[in-house]
């Protein structure tokens, strides 16, 4: 990555509120405050932003959130994440909550119906590379396949302020196959969190092997004469399941989303912000907040 140009920090919203609502939510620590309204997720998403506002030092800042479970995704197959159930009660109040502790940040909410939040991080992602570093901050490993030359993607690790950054080298290091291609290795070994099964017997070690052999599904599919009888047998029983399950594991990156750059620009209101935590009797984050930080 160029270390001149202006840095986008892209926060997929639902990885970190999760992430933070489970972190305490195992001790049954909701942190419910005088309107009986359950805090933890913010209070932890809080947390995490901050740190990596800090870490990464961004000049512009966006979260992106899903929409609803109906995707276009779900349209095409059923099954798509039918796995998961409803979110915790503790924590339906607060998707809204988080939202307006982002708007008192001013840091845009964004979000479209029908597409998931990596779709829109993945349609921002490649129209700001064209004149800005991007960094994705996420849990979700899916997101990796976004990696380019100047997006690079940040893995929130255990804790607060632990991270994976990986860019282009590190993910070919790790895998020995390029980002793009993660969608071709999700179509093959299928997802079983998200719920297709892409091909059955196929896994992770054969995968990664047949595509760093051919390239791509394509490159495979072509070339099946060269397969042992039993992986050619198990692509061709699962033909139609393979290419859906491509088509299901890629990330959108031309949905109908908007986000003006300028609107983006990050300029914490310290005050505001404070206020917005009095409200919320959020404890002890200030301290979160640099006092070095420019304010608007």
């Not at 798509?80 to 840091?107: H, S, T, W």
């Not at 179509?187 to 091909?199: E, K, Q, T």
């Not at 088509?247 to 908007?258: F, H, M, N, S």
Request: net charge negative.
């Amino acid at each position: 990555m160029q270390n001149d140009k202006p840095t986008f920090l892209l926060v997929d919203g639902m990885a970190l509120l999760f992430r933070a609502f489970y972190a305490t939510s195992i001790t049954g620590q909701f942190m419910v405050n005088s309107k009986g309204m359950p805090t933890n997720a913010v209070y932890g998403f809080v947390k995490h932003f901050f740190t990596a506002v800090s870490t990464f030092k961004p000049s512009h800042v966006a979260v992106c959130w899903d929409m609803g479970s109906k995707t276009f995704r779900t349209e095409m197959y059923e099954g798509y994440k039918a796995n998961r159930g409803d979110a915790p009660l503790e924590l339906i109040p607060q998707f809204d909550l988080v939202k307006e502790v982002v708007e008192a940040f001013d840091v845009p909410n964004i979000g479209i119906e029908g597409y998931e939040a990596d779709d829109c991080i993945g349609t921002i992602a490649r129209k700001a590379a064209d004149t800005m570093n991007v960094a994705i901050l996420t849990g979700d490993r899916d997101i990796l396949q976004l990696i380019d030359d100047n997006i690079s993607v940040i893995l929130l690790k255990k804790g607060f302020g632990n991270y994976d950054v990986h860019n282009r080298n590190t993910f070919f290091e790790e895998k020995g196959i390029w980002p793009e291609q993660m969608i071709d290795l999700k179509a093959l070994m299928g997802d079983p969190s998200d719920n297709y099964p892409g091909v059955r017997g196929i896994g992770e070690k054969t995968a990664l092997k047949l595509l760093q052999q051919f390239g791509n599904v394509e490159g495979i599919i072509a070339n099946l004469d060269q397969l042992g009888k039993s992986h050619k047998a198990k692509i061709e029983q699962d033909i139609e399941m393979l290419h859906l399950s491509r088509r299901l594991a890629e990330i959108k990156c031309d949905t109908p989303v908007e986000c003006a750059f300028e609107d983006a620009i990050y300029r914490l209101d310290r005050e505001k912000v404070l206020q917005k935590f009095a409200e919320i009797e959020f404890k002890g984050l200030h301290r979160f907040i640099e006092p070095e930080e420019a304010y608007a």
